[in-house]
């Protein structure tokens, strides 16, 4: 069982709000990733991160930052929410393998901005 | 660039029936890796399964099977006699050795299994 968490669970906050998304891995995975995932369903990849001080834009642009200061976490920060960044948030990490490791999911975060 | 499509947004069935979800890809690469992922009304997404470009195989394990042809580009993953907890959003996912080595997503397969 794979042993990433994200928190909160749940968000709802007000327009202009700063939050930050928090992810943690105790499996020691050099690789995390951010993917948005929208109401129709899609997951996208918003930021990747190959390992400590590294981090990457994805596929879709994201006003949100990322950081990696340690192995095991990666938070996520927007610094003035929007209600066009209401999503759910899922993080996820992989192992030193690339070709042999799957991604493991956290439980997502769902955020809703007013 | 690659692309993951499932074509089917949702399906519907009623328990005991057996229920195929399809998965095409595209890819330049000869090396690549398919994945299937279950993401249940809680939001997680559980891993499945994954395939590596050079194994052909099928597999299975229990109700479940994927189909494997690389000449359709194909990966697709057949429930037998489904269940109710098998209501869920499936995604089939692909992840190259170049580049980012991220998964690119399908847009998901809502699958209802009526009692």
């Known amino acids: 069982e794979a042993d990433i968490y994200q928190t909160p669970r749940y968000l709802v906050i007000g327009t202009g709000k700063k939050i930050t998304l928090e992810c943690s891995q105790t499996m020691g995975h050099d690789k995390m990733y951010w993917y948005q995932q929208d109401p129709g369903m899609e997951l996208h990849l918003i930021h990747y991160?190959?390992?400590?001080?590294?981090?990457e834009k994805g596929d879709l642009s994201s006003e949100s930052t990322v950081s990696r200061i340690r192995t095991e976490h990666f938070p996520l920060t927007l610094e003035s929410a929007r209600p066009s960044h209401t999503s759910q948030y899922l993080c996820a990490s992989s192992g030193a393998e690339w070709a042999f490791n799957e991604q493991f999911f956290g439980p997502g975060t769902r955020l809703t901005v007013l | 660039a690659q692309k993951v499509t499932q074509a089917q947004t949702e399906i519907s069935v009623v328990e005991k029936e057996d229920v195929t979800l399809d998965c095409v890809y595209e890819t330049r690469d000869t090396t690549y890796y398919l994945f299937w992922y279950k993401q249940p009304p809680s939001g997680e997404l559980v891993f499945l399964i994954r395939?590596?470009?050079?194994?052909?195989q099928n597999e299975i394990s229990g109700r479940y099977s994927w189909n494997f042809q690389k000449s359709t580009s194909s990966f697709n993953f057949t429930i037998t006699a489904s269940q109710v907890v098998d209501s869920a959003v499936y995604f089939c996912a692909l992840r190259t050795d170049t580049g980012r080595r991220a998964l690119t997503f399908g847009s998901g397969t809502r699958l209802q299994v009526q009692p």
């Open positions: 395939r590596n470009s050079f194994d052909e």
């Open positions: 991160s190959y390992g400590v001080n590294s981090t």
